[in-house]
Nanobody, 125 residues
Framework: QVQLVESGGGLVQAGGSLRLSCAAS????????MGWFRQAPGKEREFVAA????????YYKDSVKGRFTISRDTAKNTMYLQMNSLKPEDTAVYYC??????????????????WGQGTQVTVSS
């Protein structure tokens, strides 16, 4: 059974940084993509970034390019999201997710099969 556990959220001032972690277990992730999504109050869940587990190719939402960096440590089965220059509009619950079907779209939440419980990120102005 796949388990994804996020950590690292919290309260930070605008311009600050946070690093989110997603510890994954329960299967071999080779060939999978892992992604970060976020959901703000009253809004739909949106794609943030994704990475291929084996090769490390990355893909970002335009509004976070240059500020956020996604990475993974295959030895630790952990994915990260380094978030710099945070803005109040980055406030949301952040979720990690796993996509196992080859060729699925990078950024649609429906194409990800497994999800973590989420971690709150709050950026104050």
């Amino acid at each position: 059974q796949v388990q994804l556990v996020e950590s690292g959220g919290g309260l930070v001032q605008a311009g600050g940084s946070l690093r989110l972690s997603c510890a994954a277990s329960g299967r071999t992730f080779s060939g999978s993509r892992m992604g970060w999504f976020r959901q703000a109050p009253g809004k739909e869940r949106e794609f943030v970034a994704a990475i291929t587990w084996s090769g490390g190719s990355t893909y970002y939402k335009d509004s976070v390019k240059g500020r956020f960096t996604i990475s993974r440590d295959t030895a630790k089965n952990t994915m990260y999201l380094q978030m710099n220059s945070l803005k109040p509009e980055d406030t949301a619950v952040y979720y990690c997710a796993v996509q196992t079907v080859y060729g699925s779209p990078w950024s649609t939440s429906e194409s990800y099969e497994y999800w973590g419980q989420g971690t709150q990120v709050t950026v104050s102005s």
